[in-house]
């Protein structure tokens, strides 16, 4: 069993930046690919990023491409969301997952946190 918890959400302006970390705890985190997905109100969760166990790939939604940046530190057994440019579009509840691989559906993962709120406003 996996317990991941989030922190490093907060209320920024846009044009800001948010550092987001998922912390993982019994069990090594390199044995899975993790990935963050966020839900805003009213609306469906949403796929951001995902990176596999090593570090080595990842891949990014369009609305997250060159602004954000996925990282992993397997020997803290942590994962990090780095967000710049902040839009108030991106202002939802942040999910991090992991799971055996790195699919965009939710369904897909296996292991969830209790989410962190950005919020971004104008």
């Known amino acids: 069993q996996v317990q991941l918890v989030e922190s490093g959400g907060g209320l920024v302006q846009a044009g800001d930046s948010l550092r987001l970390s998922c912390a993982a705890s019994g069990h090594p985190l390199s044995s899975f690919a993790m990935a963050w997905f966020r839900q805003a109100p009213g609306k469906e969760r949403e796929f951001v990023v995902a990176?596999?166990?090593?570090?080595?790939?990842?891949y990014y939604a369009d609305s997250a491409k060159g602004r954000f940046t996925i990282s992993r530190d397997n020997a803290k057994n942590r994962m990090y969301l780095q967000m710049n440019s902040l839009k108030p579009e991106d202002t939802a509840v942040y999910y991090c997952?992991?799971?055996?691989?790195?699919?965009?559906?939710?369904?897909?993962?296996?292991?969830w946190g209790q989410g962190t709120q950005v919020t971004v406003s104008s």
């Open positions: 997952a992991a799971g055996y691989s790195m699919p965009m559906d939710h369904t897909g993962y296996d292991y």
């Open positions: 990176i596999n166990w090593s570090g080595g790939r990842t």
